[in-house]
């Protein structure tokens, strides 16, 4: 794998809250990927917004960024709810 393709993947675990191992074998399952929130998601979430941050006024054209973008404010609106929150990674 790349490091184009391997950061991506990355950032998608760590979103996730789940290991690496647990990630791919969920996604080679087809199994849909629930995000639960908990301190790890929120900080995960926290450093993707960061990033966003420093994106913010240049032009997005990486679509692994895109997907992230609208991966964070899923979840951010999803944990706006009370009650139990999931938000799936396709």
Do not use: C, H, W
Not at 8 to 13: C, E, I
Not at 16 to 24: A, N, Y
Not at 60 to 81: G, S, V, Y
Request: proline content about 2%.
């Amino acid at each position: 794998m790349s490091k184009e393709e391997a950061e991506p993947l990355d950032r998608r675990v760590l979103m996730s809250g789940l290991t690496k191992q647990d990630f791919i074998v969920n996604s080679l399952l087809g199994k849909e990927i629930a995000v639960y929130g908990n301190p790890y998601v929120f900080r995960s979430l926290q450093d993707e917004l960061i990033r966003f941050i420093n994106l913010y006024g240049t032009k997005i054209d990486n679509d692994a960024d895109d997907e992230m973008i609208t991966l964070a404010l899923k979840i951010i609106l999803a944990m706006r709810k009370k009650g139990k929150t999931e938000v799936f990674i396709g």
